[in-house]
């Protein structure tokens, strides 16, 4: 009989977002009538930009055409996307970043557990806690891990709690780590890493040899002009750091599916007999192996977005969701909740009331309000006392949600 890989059966029972589905599925089921406002996973509602439809609909009359029909593209994405990422996203900002060294994906949530095919199995690992559920689970997965403890936590990772004590921001290992995943502006906390925390985090990985996976999937929505949105903006970056971007919530390609990461050429590694690789060329070697590239017709809608109508549009969509982030910070702060983030990302992270768990505040937001929202405690035992809460809806669903929620919690 054929065999399975045992390190799935090490996996919690389930997914975060697949376990509120079930819930939420069953609440619907005992309550037809009741108007459920999802404000959970991180969802765009809002339509694509004008400027990446039209795009897009260029290059499908163009696949009906013979002398304009493209197949199989370059897997590392075209180079006249490339070339507008690299100018626009990082040497604009002042970022040494190559178009040579963008990979273009489906998805910065695939790349992050991808890259792991590249490293081997003995590095120790570090996430901070709360975490992106992916992270862990990929490295469960891929056998880095042992079983769980009483608190969930996975024996063999090394966790970092970034609480409001630490403002979100992970204090660093006092041992020496190998992988380090960050997340920046974060997902579930909404926090952001200064300039100055950043450079300590770079400063460590170049005196330890470690690789960080900066995951800034985010970094459209920061307001604040001090603040990083490239960790090749930090001094060194470039001998220590991977860079996974998306289209996803910047330009509502959630369902469209698009994404890049970043290999600099200067980044290496060890192999077994200790001479030092070239993480780009392993990286390409795996992507043309395993990936097929993303279709011609959305990477001509990717490229859009840098066209002065695509610059427009894309900050439009965002200053919309970061106006609903600033109605559900101010209204849950009015109703006496304890509220972080949504500043500078599309994510409120809320202090549980009177003591409640996270999944418990979750059956009480669902059942009193009829909103759904995430429980803190599944994206890490830190988590646990906290809930976060997505801008990702209509104005009208959003003031609806916290019209409800202040009703109950103000009471």
């Known amino acids: 009989m054929a065999t399975i890989n045992d390190n799935y059966l090490k996996l919690k029972a389930g997914y975060l977002f697949p376990e509120i589905a079930r819930r939420v599925n069953a609440f619907a089921e005992a309550n ?3 108007e459920i406002i999802r404000l959970g996973i991180g969802d765009v509602t809002e339509p694509l930009p ?4 039209m795009a897009m609909i260029d290059a499908v009359e163009e696949m009906g055409h013979r002398t304009t029909f493209k197949g199989y593209g370059p897997e590392q994405g075209y180079a006249w996307l490339r070339e507008k990422i690299a100018a626009n996203d990082f040497q604009a900002w002042g970022c040494e970043v190559d178009a040579s060294e963008i990979f273009i994906s489906d998805g910065s949530k695939c790349d992050c557990g991808n890259i792991l095919d590249i490293f081997g199995d003995d590095n120790t690992i570090a996430v901070t806690d709360p975490v992106y559920p992916v ?3 990929t490295n469960v997965m891929a056998g880095h891990t042992g079983d769980t ?3 969930g936590e996975y024996g063999g990772l090394v966790y970092l709690p970034i609480t409001a004590d630490n403002h979100f921001t992970a204090t660093l290992p006092t041992e020496k780590v190998d992988l380090i995943y960050l997340c920046f502006p974060n997902n579930p906390t909404g926090a952001v890493a200064t300039r100055e925390h950043l450079q300590a985090w770079v400063d460590y990985a170049r005196s330890h040899g470690s690789i960080i996976f900066f995951d800034a999937a985010y970094e459209a929505f920061i307001t604040e002009p001090a603040i990083p949105r490239s960790i090749y903006e930090i001094a060194g970056a470039r001998e220590c750091a991977i860079e996974f971007r998306s289209f996803s ?3 509502g390609f959630t369902g469209t599916r698009c994404a890049f990461t970043v290999v600099p050429k200067t980044l290496t590694a060890k192999a077994a007999d200790g001479s030092e690789v070239e993480l780009w060329k392993l990286w390409n070697r795996r992507q043309s192996t395993k990936f097929n590239g993303v279709s011609y017709i959305v990477q001509r ?3 859009a977005v840098y066209s002065s109508a695509g610059q427009a549009q894309t900050k439009s969509l965002i200053s919309f969701y970061m106006e609903n982030a600033r109605i559900i910070r101010e209204q849950l702060t ?5 509220v972080y983030g949504g500043v500078n990302a599309p994510y409120v992270w809320v202090k549980t009331p009177a003591g409640l768990s996270s999944w418990d505040f979750f059956d009480k937001l669902l059942s009193t309000c009829n909103v ?5 405690s599944g994206f890490g035992a830190a988590g646990e006392g906290y809930f976060r809460i997505s801008a990702f809806n209509s104005r009208k669903n959003v003031e609806a949600a916290m019209q409800r929620i202040t009703a109950t919690f103000k009471a």
Do not use: F, I, S
Request: proline content about 7%.
């Open 249 to 251: 919530k910047n330009a």
């Open 50 to 53: 004008e400027a990446c439809r």
């Open 301 to 303: 809608g990717a490229e």
């Open 334 to 338: 009015a109703a006496g909740l304890a």
């Open 32 to 34: 037809p009538n009741a």
């Open 372 to 376: 759904v929202g995430t429980p803190g």
């Open 135 to 137: 992270y862990v689970d």
């Open 149 to 151: 403890n009483d608190k």
